[in-house]
């Protein structure tokens, strides 16, 4: 079964703390994104990649950066985590031309910071 | 990037249908796109619609699409309380999607 992996399902970090964001997809997709999601807000896009070491700012990159070294995974970077960045994060990819299978989405990290 | 609006709340009675509903702004989005979220996890794809389609079906899901007034709806036949969640609609814009805020609907017995 194809799957979008994020490493962690719950973490808690502090303020001024640099956190990583792991996502991994196992289905040699070109597309990887990562979104946050919030109540009210829906998914705001934050960063996207569609190829390896290309990136590309979302709507709301501020505070993030994101690193793609290999295909298969994708990073999402807080350098100096704010409590502002308390949120769902969740991790996507796709492949170009796959518009009828959308996006496959991993489960999400909650992320607390305090 | 494409702006997409939708109700916050639905509540439905166990058996009736649900109808929710999307309105969206950039009417060059090639495909249309329904995500339902259950409680703690991510986000599944239910049911996408073609820019150039009316209609869609498939099971218990009908998807409309109003293109001239840029309105898409979810309707649910006979809703059961698996259907409890979180619903986005989404369009895309080259590979990116633009979500709504999500229609949480509840499903009372």
């Known amino acids: 079964d194809v799957k979008v992996t994020q490493s962690s399902r719950y973490l808690v970090k502090r303020t001024g703390e640099k956190v990583f964001l792991e996502c991994v997809q196992d289905m040699d997709h070109e597309n990887m994104f990562w979104y946050r999601q919030d109540p009210g807000l829906g998914l705001r896009l934050i960063y996207f990649s569609y190829d390896v070491k290309m990136k590309e700012k979302g709507d709301i990159p501020e505070g993030y950066s994101v690193s793609r070294e290999k295909k298969e995974r994708f990073s999402l970077i807080l350098e100096s985590a704010s409590t502002n960045q308390t949120s769902m994060y969740l991790c996507?990819?796709?492949?170009?031309?796959?518009?009828?299978?959308?996006?496959?989405f991993g489960s999400g990290t909650r992320l607390t910071v305090v | 990037g494409e702006d997409v609006e939708q109700s916050l709340f639905l509540s439905v009675r166990e058996g009736d249908s649900s109808v929710i509903n999307c309105t969206y702004t950039d009417s060059s989005s090639t495909y249309l796109y329904w995500y339902k979220q259950e409680p703690g996890a991510g986000l599944q794809l239910l049911t996408y619609i073609f820019s150039n389609m009316d209609m869609k079906q498939d099971q218990r899901l009908t998807v409309l699409l109003n293109k001239k007034d840029k309105h898409l709806s979810l309707r649910i036949a006979d809703t059961q309380t698996g259907d409890s969640a979180i619903y986005f609609c989404a369009g895309s814009n080259d590979y990116k999607l633009s979500f709504g805020a999500g229609t949480t609907v509840t499903v009372r017995a």
């Open positions: 996507a990819s796709t492949e170009p031309g796959q518009g009828d299978y959308g996006y496959t």
